[in-house]
């Protein structure tokens, strides 16, 4: 007997999972990497946050392609690609950074990035049409917990392999002559190694498995037969007006997760505590995911719950800056429960009604995780000039603003006709 389609779908929702726990692995490990590359390349702050600028900004080059890939491909072969492209990436990563070429890993996170680009623009308006549009919030909710479980393990087990002793190997590269220090950040260096081709491997057979899955190639037009507006994303103000709202919310977030450690060092705190850092925003984000499944809809709507995590941004924001040392990083942390559900709610309120475009406007969306490479790249620069608490505010509280206007009018803005 064939399969119920309650079980087909679960089935599904089940693989897609899995696919955004590997996106969450590859994503949550930079915060840690930005401590290791700039010990192991010896490179000031700004230098070592062009790991998030690098791995974002793939996202803008590649959503539009990865749409056309997935044009031809279908969603299920696309996604295969996706992961084949990550291992790729992983292997260039581990070999440049144990041959210590900066430009040459910077490289290989663009390959891995522009791979997650492929499975994000499939995998996020898959699941936002498997089901009702009002319960979309609720099924990415799921997805993000899947995320963020891994985003809570991969810097864990990067800072326990990887980025063990740093404190100490920064005294001692300190204290080394040219000879010394080299080969001491060689060394360090070359720990990633193992690391990153035992996950491109992983990557690689997980690539096969899903073409041999029992995934449907669903398309995603087939989730949205609504389409008053036209052939052009450009009839749908909601959209792009969606697409700067996780524009400023993946900045927001990627400042909240991967700047914390940068952010917390800039206290004088150690960095054998700061590698832990992003640790904290993920827990904070995955209580918030929990939270948002039970809440939305049964509680509240997705557009309500946005708004009130945009206001929560603002006022945790504020008492960031209001404060110092440990609290002051602990209110950074708790921004991960006010993040939490702002992608769930954004996604689905932006592509609602696109009908057939709806892949291009998945795309469109998935260039706005562009903030994520500005915003962080931002307060590096600002940081060496303004007080590091002061920028982190200024960059903050009008992405949030923001967002809560898109909550409250900016997804009700009808289509051109």
């Given at each position: 007997?064939?399969?119920s389609?309650?079980?087909?779908?679960?089935?599904s929702i089940?693989?897609?999972?899995?696919?955004?726990f590997?996106?969450?692995?590859?994503t949550w490990?930079?915060?840690?990497?930005?401590g290791?590359v700039?010990?192991?390349?010896?490179?000031?702050?700004?230098?070592?946050?062009?790991?998030?600028?690098v791995?974002?900004?793939?996202?803008?080059v590649?959503a539009?392609?990865a749409?056309?890939?997935l044009?031809?491909?279908g969603m299920?072969?696309?996604?295969?690609?996706g992961?084949?492209?990550?291992?790729?990436?992983?292997?260039a990563?581990?070999?440049?950074?144990v041959?210590?070429?900066?430009?040459?890993?910077?490289?290989?996170?663009?390959?891995?990035f522009?791979?997650?680009?492929?499975?994000?623009?499939a995998?996020?308006?898959?699941?936002?049409?498997?089901?009702?549009?009002?319960?979309g919030a609720?099924?990415?909710?799921v997805?993000?917990?899947?995320?963020?479980?891994?985003?809570?393990?991969?810097?864990?087990?990067?800072?326990?392999l990887v980025l063990?002793?740093?404190?100490?190997?920064?005294?001692?590269v300190?204290?080394a002559?040219?000879?010394?220090k080299?080969?001491?950040?060689?060394a360090f260096?070359?720990?990633?190694?193992?690391?990153?081709?035992?996950?491109?491997?992983?990557?690689?057979v997980?690539?096969v498995a899903?073409?041999?899955?029992?995934?449907?190639?669903l398309r995603?037009e087939?989730?949205?037969?609504?389409?008053?507006g036209?052939?052009s994303?450009?009839n749908?103000?909601?959209?792009w007006?969606?697409?700067?709202?996780i524009?400023?919310?993946?900045?927001?977030?990627?400042?909240?997760g991967?700047?914390?450690?940068?952010?917390?060092h800039?206290?004088g705190?150690?960095?054998?505590?700061?590698?832990?850092?992003?640790?904290?925003t993920?827990?904070?984000?995955?209580?918030?995911y929990?939270?948002?499944f039970?809440?939305?809809?049964?509680?509240v709507?997705q557009?309500?719950?946005?708004?009130?995590s945009?206001v929560?941004?603002?006022?945790?924001?504020?008492?960031?800056?209001?404060?110092?040392?440990?609290?002051?990083?602990?209110?950074?942390?708790?921004l991960?429960f006010?993040?939490?559900m702002?992608w769930?709610a954004?996604f689905?309120?932006?592509?609602?009604?696109?009908?057939?475009l709806?892949?291009?406007?998945?795309?469109l969306l998935?260039?706005?995780?562009?903030?994520?490479?500005?915003?962080?790249?931002?307060?590096a620069l600002?940081?060496?000039?303004?007080?590091?608490?002061l920028?982190?505010?200024?960059?903050?509280?009008?992405?949030?603003?923001?967002?809560?206007?898109?909550?409250?009018?900016?997804h009700?803005?009808?289509?051109?006709?």
């Open positions: 007997m064939s399969a389609p309650a079980t087909r779908q679960t089935t089940a693989i897609i999972g899995g696919l955004f590997i996106m969450g692995w590859f490990l930079n915060g840690p990497l930005i290791f700039q010990l192991a390349f010896d490179l000031d702050v700004v230098s070592a946050f062009l790991v998030t600028f791995s974002y900004l793939s996202y803008f590649w539009l392609p749409s056309a890939i044009d031809r491909t299920k072969r696309g996604m295969a690609i992961l084949w492209g990550m291992a790729a990436g992983a292997v990563f581990g070999e440049f950074c041959r210590r070429w900066y430009p040459g890993a910077l490289g290989g996170l663009f390959v891995i522009a791979g997650l680009a492929i499975l994000q623009t995998a996020n308006p898959y699941i936002s049409v498997l089901g009702p549009i009002e319960s609720k099924r990415i909710a997805m993000g917990i899947c995320n963020k479980a891994a985003g809570l393990l991969a810097p864990w087990l990067l800072g326990t063990h002793g740093m404190d100490d190997l920064s005294g001692q300190a204290a002559d040219a000879a010394g080299a080969a001491l950040l060689d260096a070359a720990r990633i190694h193992l690391p990153y081709l035992a996950m491109a491997s992983v990557l690689a997980l690539g899903i073409l041999f899955s029992p995934l449907p190639d995603a087939q989730g949205s037969k609504t389409d008053t036209g052939d994303l450009f749908y103000p909601h959209v007006l969606g697409a700067l709202a524009f400023v919310y993946v900045g927001a977030e990627v400042m909240a991967d700047a914390i450690g940068t952010y917390g800039s206290f705190l150690p960095l054998d505590e700061t590698k832990f850092l992003t640790m904290g993920l827990t904070a984000m995955l209580v918030g929990i939270f948002g039970i809440a939305i809809p049964r509680l709507s557009q309500s719950y946005l708004m009130g945009a929560l941004g603002v006022l945790l924001t504020l008492g960031a800056y209001f404060s110092s040392g440990y609290l002051s990083v602990a209110f950074v942390a708790a991960g006010a993040n939490a702002m769930p954004i689905p309120l932006a592509i609602h009604g696109l009908g057939k709806i892949e291009r406007g998945s795309a998935i260039m706005g995780i562009a903030g994520g490479a500005i915003v962080p790249q931002l307060f600002l940081k060496e000039r303004m007080d590091f608490q920028v982190f505010m200024l960059l903050m509280v009008p992405c949030y603003l923001y967002i809560l206007y898109f909550a409250a009018r900016g009700r803005v009808p289509p051109r006709r």
